[in-house]
């Protein structure tokens, strides 16, 4: 017997003052229908049952129902973004739900995927402890700024649906059936054979996958379930018992597949493998195989199993009553998004103390925003950076060419007026003359010099070029960095490299030996305290072009964050590459050798409690080896035009690196 919706259950919760009741989930790949269509087909009826709205976003956080729209801190309570192969790339704040095993995230690149998982706000567990912990190890040892999970929620149901019932008393399966497809045979395969031939099972699953009929063959084929939220479960409950297997990663991790859930839900009595999830929370409330056995075992289990029940209907119908009882506590959806919108905003509280203690000095943080040529997408672009920032004393300024003509300046001085924030407007020389040969820049250097001499009532500064975009929350994390540690003298986000396509890269590793079109280092992940930058970085700065971030960072231990909190469009260069390469490297070389030779960021990957630099992909490597015979060329043309004074002393440094 099918229930009615429960909403009942939570006619007492009230969604908090000051939260939109709506909330969104990452669709990764919306022309596809894929597994995770049914979790987010349920956790939308889940959501509409305690009367909050859930949306579908694509992983760039634009609405799938309003393309032009994008998630942001003034429209959604969070975002959950069910898979690790993007990261966050959206101005939300976001939880990663750690619903996969630890192997995946080796499947598909360790150090990537689980780098992307940290660019996220916060963390929903699934009862895991292997999948939380690979989480801890990085946020407990590494990190000051993010904090390990709290809330729960799982790719469960909404609720129960089906009372206790056996059903037709048949053998419901879903499945893919992979190994028609790789040509492979797995020892389930070889169950299902045995199985199929007794009329005790239902097969459902796709009827065509990647253009392979992977049930041909089978009498038990029965048909594709849409996925909708609800159709599996009507025919779960129809067939009255359901086997649930799990793939070795999941044991691994002792994470449970859907289908467990499904299943009580349904109100079905469950055949499972040997899964820890399964035993540690449901008991005996379940039957078990043991996956590792001889086929002729597993199949002989199975079949007594069933026969058990259709003997003991009674007593199977006790097992799933007990097991729908413990489902209720804790593994259904409504309960747990009740719970993460109860404590959400306390939460959100807390990780803000993290980043930014209240009880430590606060830094006033002078930020400049380059907009050297005119341009309204730029404008906007600043403009939206700025008000969206949540740090208390942030000082913005939009530096534009003194050169512009009144109409440009007018209309930029309307717009800024019009945001109702304090902008302070600055102009100067981007360019150093302008003749029929064209305009020839400044150095970005000497710019930001300049802009420091601007700062005498600020505490640091930070300097944001026009191909970069911020996060409400990236100043506060810049200068909770600072807050936190009173003697730091810099510190950077990571960022997200953004392309044209849509998965995107998450950057910290940076490399002032060469600049990486690719993986640019950027401006404004960066903030500097002022009373601790020296003379002569001042000196150094004013020379150079294309890494003037190198030597402000000097000598200087950077303090990387985990948050990716800014996004640099690598398709607009900043600044256009005519920068001497070669004489920048001198110049930096001879100032700060160390910061050419200092990777930094964080491996995510430990070993013995280390946390090792990262590795250099080949491609970087041999940009490296080409980088130091081009100097060492480079060295030998100056000695011959006797333009480096300190040449001996630049080469006895080269020897050591």
Same mark, same amino acid.
């Given at each position: 017997?099918?229930?009615?919706?429960?909403?009942?259950?939570?006619?007492?919760?009230?969604?908090?003052?000051?939260?939109?009741?709506?909330?969104?989930?990452?669709?990764?790949?919306?022309?596809?229908?894929?597994?995770?269509?049914?979790?987010?087909?349920?956790?939308?009826?889940?959501?509409?049952?305690?009367?909050?709205?859930?949306?579908?976003?694509?992983?760039?956080?634009?609405?799938?129902?309003?393309?032009?729209?994008?998630?942001?801190?003034?429209?959604?309570?969070?975002?959950?973004?069910?898979?690790?192969?993007?990261?966050?790339?959206?101005?939300?704040?976001? =939880?990663?739900?750690?619903?996969?095993?630890?192997?995946?995230?080796?499947?598909?690149?360790?150090?990537?995927?689980?780098?992307?998982?940290?660019?996220?706000?916060?963390?929903?567990?699934?009862?895991?402890?292997?999948?939380?912990?690979?989480?801890?190890?990085?946020?407990?040892?590494?990190?000051?700024?993010?904090?390990?999970?709290?809330?729960?929620?799982?790719?469960?149901?909404?609720?129960?649906?089906?009372?206790?019932?056996?059903?037709?008393?048949?053998?419901?399966?879903?499945?893919?059936?992979?190994?028609?497809?790789?040509?492979?045979?797995?020892?389930?395969?070889?169950?299902?054979?045995?199985?199929?031939? %007794?009329?005790?099972?239902?097969?459902?699953?796709?009827?065509?996958?990647?253009?392979?009929?992977?049930?041909?063959?089978?009498?038990?084929?029965?048909?594709?379930?849409?996925?909708?939220?609800?159709?599996?479960?009507? /025919?779960?409950?129809?067939?009255?018992?359901?086997?649930?297997?799990?793939?070795?990663?999941?044991?691994?991790? !002792?994470?449970?597949?859907?289908?467990?859930?499904?299943?009580?839900?349904?109100?079905?009595?469950?055949?499972?493998?040997?899964?820890?999830?399964?035993?540690?929370?449901?008991?005996?409330?379940?039957?078990?195989?043991?996956?590792?056995?001889?086929? @002729?075992?597993?199949?002989?289990?199975?079949?007594?199993?069933?026969?058990?029940?259709?003997?003991?209907?009674?007593?199977?119908?006790?097992?799933?009553?007990?097991?729908?009882?413990?489902?209720?506590?804790?593994?259904?959806?409504?309960?747990?998004?009740?719970?993460?919108?109860?404590?959400?905003?306390?939460?959100?509280?807390?990780?803000?103390?993290?980043?930014?203690?209240?009880?430590?000095?606060?830094?006033?943080?002078?930020?400049?925003?380059?907009?050297?040529?005119?341009?309204?997408?730029?404008?906007?672009?600043?403009?939206?950076?700025? %008000?969206?920032?949540?740090? /208390?004393?942030?000082?913005?300024?939009?530096?534009?060419?003194?050169?512009?003509?009144?109409?440009?300046?007018?209309?930029?001085?309307?717009?800024?007026?019009?945001?109702?924030?304090?902008?302070?407007?600055?102009?100067?020389?981007?360019?150093?003359?302008?003749?029929?040969?064209? $305009?020839?820049?400044?150095?970005?250097?000497?710019?930001?010099? @300049?802009?420091?001499?601007?700062?005498?009532?600020?505490?640091?500064?930070?300097?944001?070029?026009?191909?970069?975009?911020?996060?409400?929350?990236?100043?506060?994390?810049?200068?909770?960095?600072?807050?936190?540690?009173?003697?730091?003298?810099?510190?950077?986000?990571?960022?997200?490299?953004? $392309?044209?396509?849509?998965?995107?890269?998450?950057?910290?590793?940076?490399?002032?030996?060469?600049?990486?079109?690719?993986? &640019?280092?950027?401006?404004?992940?960066?903030?500097?305290?002022?009373?601790?930058?020296?003379?002569?970085?001042?000196?150094?700065?004013?020379?150079?072009? !294309?890494?003037?971030?190198?030597?402000?960072?000097?000598? $200087?231990?950077?303090?990387?964050?985990?948050?990716?909190?800014?996004?640099?469009?690598?398709?607009?260069?900043?600044?256009?590459?005519?920068?001497? @390469?070669?004489?920048?490297?001198?110049?930096?070389?001879?100032?700060?050798?160390?910061?050419?030779?200092?990777?930094?960021?964080?491996?995510?990957? &430990?070993?013995?409690?280390?946390?090792?630099?990262?590795?250099?992909?080949?491609?970087?490597?041999?940009?490296? =080896?080409?980088?130091?015979?081009?100097?060492?060329?480079?060295?030998?043309?100056?000695?011959?035009?006797?333009?480096?004074?300190?040449?001996?002393?630049?080469?006895?440094?080269?020897?050591? %690196?």
């Amino acid at each position: 017997m099918q229930l009615k919706s429960k909403s009942a259950e939570n006619a007492n919760f009230q969604t908090q003052a000051g939260l939109f009741g709506k909330f969104a989930i990452v669709k990764l790949w919306p022309d596809l229908k894929t597994a995770e269509d049914e979790c987010i087909a349920r956790i939308k009826l889940a959501a509409a049952d305690i009367g909050v709205e859930c949306v579908e976003i694509n992983s760039d956080g634009f609405f799938l129902e309003e393309p032009n729209k994008r998630v942001n801190q003034g429209n959604i309570d969070f975002v959950i973004h069910l898979h690790y192969d993007t990261p966050k790339s959206y101005d939300a704040f976001s =939880f990663a739900a750690l619903w996969n095993p630890v192997r995946f995230y080796h499947e598909w690149g360790f150090s990537r995927t689980s780098r992307n998982l940290t660019t996220h706000d916060d963390f929903i567990s699934c009862s895991s402890e292997v999948a939380d912990n690979h989480v801890r190890s990085m946020v407990e040892v590494d990190d000051q700024t993010l904090l390990s999970p709290e809330f729960k929620l799982y790719h469960s149901t909404p609720g129960i649906m089906f009372m206790p019932s056996l059903g037709d008393k048949k053998l419901f399966y879903v499945g893919i059936n992979w190994e028609k497809i790789t040509g492979g045979k797995a020892r389930h395969q070889e169950v299902l054979e045995r199985l199929d031939r %007794t009329g005790l099972l239902r097969i459902y699953g796709p009827t065509i996958f990647q253009g392979v009929k992977v049930w041909a063959g089978y009498k038990s084929y029965v048909k594709e379930i849409p996925f909708d939220g609800v159709s599996m479960l009507t /025919e779960i409950s129809k067939a009255g018992i359901s086997f649930v297997l799990s793939s070795p990663a999941h044991k691994e991790s !002792g994470l449970m597949s859907s289908r467990l859930f499904e299943s009580i839900a349904a109100g079905a009595l469950i055949i499972c493998d040997e899964n820890p999830f399964a035993k540690t929370n449901f008991g005996d409330t379940l039957l078990y195989i043991d996956s590792r056995d001889p086929v @002729e075992k597993i199949y002989e289990d199975i079949v007594g199993h069933i026969q058990w029940a259709k003997s003991n209907p009674q007593k199977a119908l006790t097992k799933i009553t007990a097991a729908q009882e413990i489902f209720k506590g804790q593994f259904n959806l409504r309960t747990n998004l009740a719970d993460i919108y109860s404590d959400l905003i306390d939460r959100k509280i807390r990780l803000k103390q993290q980043i930014n203690p209240s009880d430590r000095p606060q830094s006033k943080v002078a930020a400049y925003f380059l907009m050297p040529i005119f341009s309204i997408d730029t404008l906007e672009k600043n403009l939206a950076s700025i %008000t969206t920032q949540d740090y /208390e004393y942030f000082y913005p300024a939009l530096v534009i060419d003194s050169t512009l003509n009144d109409e440009q300046f007018l209309k930029i001085k309307t717009t800024i007026e019009n945001i109702g924030f304090k902008v302070k407007l600055i102009k100067l020389d981007f360019f150093n003359c302008r003749n029929s040969s064209g $305009n020839h820049k400044r150095m970005l250097g000497d710019i930001i010099s @300049e802009l420091i001499s601007l700062s005498n009532n600020a505490d640091a500064f930070m300097v944001i070029a026009p191909n970069e975009s911020l996060y409400s929350n990236h100043v506060r994390v810049l200068a909770g960095a600072l807050n936190r540690n009173l003697d730091a003298s810099c510190a950077a986000t990571a960022a997200i490299i953004r $392309n044209d396509e849509i998965v995107h890269a998450v950057n910290e590793l940076l490399d002032f030996g060469h600049v990486d079109r690719l993986a &640019p280092p950027g401006y404004g992940r960066f903030i500097f305290r002022i009373n601790k930058i020296p003379d002569d970085a001042i000196v150094a700065l004013k020379t150079l072009d !294309g890494r003037p971030i190198a030597a402000l960072i000097g000598k $200087n231990q950077l303090l990387q964050q985990f948050q990716a909190t800014i996004e640099i469009e690598i398709k607009n260069e900043f600044p256009e590459r005519t920068w001497d @390469e070669a004489a920048e490297n001198l110049i930096i070389k001879s100032y700060c050798p160390e910061v050419m030779q200092i990777f930094f960021g964080i491996n995510p990957r &430990p070993i013995d409690g280390a946390y090792l630099p990262p590795k250099l992909s080949l491609r970087q490597f041999w940009l490296k =080896f080409v980088n130091v015979f081009w100097l060492k060329g480079q060295i030998k043309a100056l000695k011959r035009e006797g333009f480096v004074k300190r040449l001996g002393v630049l080469k006895r440094k080269l020897s050591r %690196t």
